[in-house]
């Protein structure tokens, strides 16, 4: 009799044990869920959607990641080069420097595609100028490597390092000397003269040559 009773106990201790862990699953599906949605909005470029997401109180939608990718609305927003969405979400809360599971940003994403409007955006918002990929290349490196002077322009005048080194030791500096056009190079000896007449100090990273 005392058997059976403490295996009655012990079953609805269970059953009890069960129900809990049901209810702390819950929320988190639920969040899950929203984020997705949040996300789907931001791709589709519903605007009623996000809009509604984030005007609820003490939300966290607008810095949600993609499980499979770890990106977040900025990554998505910049890969299809939408100035408009980038200044709305960061405006609202949106982290720029939030990299995905390869440790890129969406500044990164900007340099490499050349979007320029989009990487003052970022900028502005404040992003990382000399954030780096996973091989060590600074947005400025992929600029001197794409000869895109726009780019690399833009990045000078936000204070990129020319001589901040990627993973093979060789900076944006080095990459501007070896590539077969000076125009790069001037255009960094530019912005040192510049730093220099105000007297701003140059940090740097790595050898250089």
């Known amino acids: 009799m005392r058997s059976a009773n403490r295996l009655k106990r012990m079953g609805t201790a269970g059953a009890a ?13 639920a969040q899950m869920s929203e984020g997705y949605e949040f996300l789907k909005a931001v791709k589709d470029r519903d605007g009623t959607v996000v809009m509604n997401a984030l005007a609820e109180p003490g939300n966290t939608l607008v810095n949600t990641r993609d499980i499979a990718t770890g990106q ?9 080069r939408d100035t408009q969405w980038i200044r709305f979400l960061a405006e609202r809360g949106a982290n720029p420097n939030l990299a ?63 001589d901040r080194a990627d ?28 730093r220099a007449s105000i007297g701003e100090p140059v940090q740097t990273y790595g050898p250089t040559r």
Do not use: C, W
Not at 17 to 29: F, K, N, T
Not at 72 to 80: D, S, W
Not at 126 to 149: F, K, Q, Y
């Open 72 to 80: 977040g609305v900025l990554h998505i927003v910049t890969a299809r």
């Open 167 to 194: 993973n093979s030791g060789r900076t944006a500096r080095d990459y501007a000397r070896l590539s077969s056009g000076s125009i790069a190079l001037a255009e960094i000896e530019k912005a040192d003269a510049e």
């Open 17 to 29: 044990m069960g129900i809990a862990a049901m209810l702390a699953v819950q929320p988190v599906q």
């Open 100 to 162: 995905d599971k390869d440790g890129i940003t969406p500044l990164v994403i900007a340099s490499n595609i050349g979007f320029v409007e989009g990487a003052e955006a970022l900028l502005d918002a404040g992003a990382r100028v000399d954030v780096t990929n996973s091989a060590g290349e600074t947005p400025l490196i992929a600029a001197v490597h794409r000869r895109d002077m726009a780019m690399l322009r833009l990045l000078l005048d936000k204070g990129a390092d020319p």
